[in-house]
Nanobody, 125 residues
Framework: VQLQASGGGLVEAGGSLRLSCVAS????????AGWFRQAPGKEREFVAT????????YYADFAKGRFTISRDDSKNTAFLQMDAVKPDDAAIYYC???????????????????WGQGTLVTVSS
């Protein structure tokens, strides 16, 4: 599976962005999809994940109420809608997918099998 993330860019604080992650090489139907981010000088952190059926989205506390993860398996694509963006949201955002996890929610990046290259989100205040 190859993942291509896009949609990052410069956004004003309070604005919105929609990140996309398109998969190729395999259908995503049976994969869990997740978004992670890494800011300069910081460790990678979990943002959100969604089950293969789309029925169990789960968010990091900082993302609850502002970010929405979704997927369209007919397009082999996962999305991260970012609203009310804050300066602290500035980071490289990575999408990832995996098929086997030890527990739900799938917050452990080490359990994801395939990763996209990342898309940069910059926030102006």
């Amino acid at each position: 599976v190859q993942l291509q993330a896009s949609g990052g860019g410069l956004v004003e604080a309070g604005g919105s962005l929609r990140l996309s992650c398109v998969a190729s090489g395999r259908n995503l139907n049976n994969y869990v999809a997740g978004w992670f981010r890494q800011a300069p000088g910081k460790e990678r952190e979990f943002v959100a994940t969604i089950s293969w059926s789309g029925a169990k989205p789960y968010y990091a506390d900082f993302a609850k109420g502002r970010f929405t993860i979704s997927r369209d398996d007919s397009k082999n694509t996962a999305f991260l809608q970012m609203d009310a963006v804050k300066p602290d949201d500035a980071a490289i955002y990575y999408c990832a997918v995996g098929a086997s996890f030890s527990r739900w929610p799938a917050k452990d990046g080490n359990e994801y099998t395939f990763w996209g290259q990342g898309t940069l989100v910059t926030v102006s205040s």
